[in-house]
């Protein structure tokens, strides 16, 4: 088994269960029965561990044919993007 960031398996598989903060950014997990993966921290329901696979980025779940899961690009998901915040606030200027 190969590690990603430093982690095994079964330290990969306890960061998702606890969904520790510190580990978010340092991998990603990709579910086979949906094709989806997210971030450490998704709120999304836990996937059974044998359809569960781990990346180092997102960019590696996505060549192995995995899309997003919707909440990621709430939290800017992908590693590359950018929160919108700013701009929400504009029209309460007054
Ligand atoms: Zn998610």
Known sequence: METISGLDAEALNR???SRDPRFDGKFYIAVTSTGIY???ICPSRYAKRANVRFFASAAAAEAAGFRPCRHAGVAGH????TPRLASDQRGRAR
Do not use: H, K, Y
């Open 38 to 40: 997210c971030r450490p």
């Open 78 to 81: 992908g590693g590359g993007g």
């Open 15 to 17: 960061a998702r269960i």
